[in-house]
């Protein structure tokens, strides 16, 4: 079979990447789409012979699709205009292809053109639909939903669109006249009411805001919230005395009612009675029937106030802790005084005190638990910390980050037997949804404790279990390949495990450092001696082991003038160092 133009099979490969993808693609400006260069003319209804023709070759460019081989399905496509020029199913097909070909523009081009040949084809409509709000055309956006909820008068998610577009446009009556058409589908309901309220608003259409307020009350006689939310809308147009009004006819049948006691706070403040909002704001806050919702709503209102009049934390935190005093059945409250504290800048004892009551409240609240656990690290006292690791590991046995403060406090209080049995206590609960940099950490630091008490083999496959879930964790790199080079053992795979690490940071001195190390136990004298430099100069105070190994790379490139410099300066912050006495004795390298 002849293939009509065959395109580049690179960028057509690209395709499978993008076929299924909206209106939103970038436009190739500089590629002409083959359908916009002439009109194409009017075509005779098929004959029979090319009825079947087309067919044939339509299916097999929707196989050809199916099978990822996009440049045989494009030509395949070509060809089928090519026999009917008025086949929607393939202008739509095509513009899967022409929109990264060609641009927005031929993509456009293609499904306007599937949507005119097949006017009652809804998935056409919709993606035409689409085209325009990409391209921000919400005039022809609306005609196509219009057509299609002619198409599908049952469709109320066309409906909820053309709400959003029509508001747009500021079409404001359209916005109502929509909205009726979905309560015709759906039913009239709070949504749609409040929809509708928010329009005549736009509209300043007060008289028909309230209107449709009083049917929601009218409709749901003992909703008492209906009747909370007419006074507030009263309230804030002007009309206190029946927003009072409105509020008293629900407490007569609701005493208790929060919404009502709430918004009468509002109605105080309003009328400038400041004394009797704010008791009964205390009293809604403090009291039990009031719910936390509504409380944290109250008092992150009460801080708000409260900074508009300068700020007076005492009274605040006052409120706070009168709250805090009854029982809590969430730590909500005390989560809001720690971020108030902390917003005021109040000393660190006092927030972690503060911190403490969430706990006392939630002991398994794992933010706040962090929060101190990283407060006592930056203080240095990793009693505190190991304290609260331990009680942390009791409350969030899954909580890798817990396990690593734990192990890592013993590390600091020089434990290393401990640390080690934080650390896999921790690995032994890693599972899939594990945070996989967390898992490496844990294995990492755990490798080095191996390290550290000679298990070598251990070490070596806890870096290697490490590595398996972040291979770029450049710490556990630069170790296990510094520990391979010092064993002699699998340079070349130190050697590529250290060349990573700095190319992720080309002047990390230790990174350098084990590199050129790595060289030079492969005996590359010259290349080791370029990254040693390097890590000197990149250092800004070399430690002695640094200094000798650049002295020592100095030595096996013949300069021994400036080997035996390194050597003294390595010597001068190790002095008991006999190796390097003994280099500096004989001006020539020696093993240990």
Known sequence: MMMIKR???????????????????????DVTHPATKTARPYIPPLSHND???????????????????????????????AINPNSADTYFMLSSYDGPLYGDSALFADVQKAAALAPDNNTYLERLASCYIASENYD???TAFEKLFANTPDRSDVLQVL????????????????????????????????????????????????????????KHPNDMSYRVMKGNWLLQNGSPADAYAQYQEVLAIEPENVMARMSLVDYYRTMGEKQLADSLQNELLIGTKTSIDDKMLLMKQVVADNERQGGD???????????????????????????????????????DSAIMRVLDISPDNVAARLSLIQSAWTADDFDRVVQLSRQ?????????????????????????????????????????????????DLYAVMADILHSMGDEKASFEAYDSCLQWNDNNLYALNNYAYHLAQQNKDLDKAERMSF???QAEPGNANSLDTY?????????????????????????????????????????????????EYWQKALALDETNKVLIRKIKLKKYVEK
């Open 392 to 440: 942390a590991v009791e409350y969030n046995p899954d909580e890798m980050a817990f396990y690593y403060f734990l192990g890592m406090g013993y590390v600091q209080q020089q434990d290393d037997e401990k640390a080690l049995l934080a650390f896999r206590n921790g690995v032994a609960q890693i599972d899939e949804e594990t945070d996989r940099s967390m898992a490496s």
């Open 140 to 142: 022809g956006a609306i």
């Open 7 to 29: 395109l580049n099979v690179l960028l057509l490969s690209v395709l499978g990447l993008v076929m299924l993808a909206a209106c939103g693609g970038a436009a190739v400006s």
């Open 500 to 502: 990573k690490t700095i």
């Open 516 to 564: 050129a190390w790595i060289l030079f136990k492969q005996k590359r004298y010259a290349e080791a001696r370029q990254y040693i430099d390097m890590a000197v100069s990149n250092d800004s105070v070399p430690s002695s082991v640094v200094l000798e190994h650049a002295g020592d790379i100095h030595a096996m490139c013949g300069d021994m003038a400036k080997a035996v």
């Open 313 to 351: 934390s005492t009274k605040v935190l006052d409120l706070f802790n009168r709250i805090l005093a009854q029982p809590q059945e969430t730590s909500d409250m005390a989560e809001l005084q720690v971020a108030y504290m902390t917003l005021k800048n109040m000393p660190k004892e006092k927030i």
């Open 51 to 81: 009825s079947l023709r087309f067919k044939m070759f339509f299916f097999e460019a929707v196989s050809q699709q199916s099978q990822g081989h996009f440049d045989a399905a494009y030509d395949l496509l070509q060809h089928c205009l």
């Open 163 to 218: 709400v959003q577009l029509y508001g747009k446009k500021r079409d404001y009556d359209n916005v109502i006249h929509t909205i009726n058409r979905m309560e015709l589908l759906d039913g009239a309901n709070e949504k749609t009411a409040l929809a509708k309220m928010r329009i005549y608003s736009l509209q300043g259409k007060k008289d028909e805001e309230l209107k449709v307020l009083e049917g929601l009350t009218h």
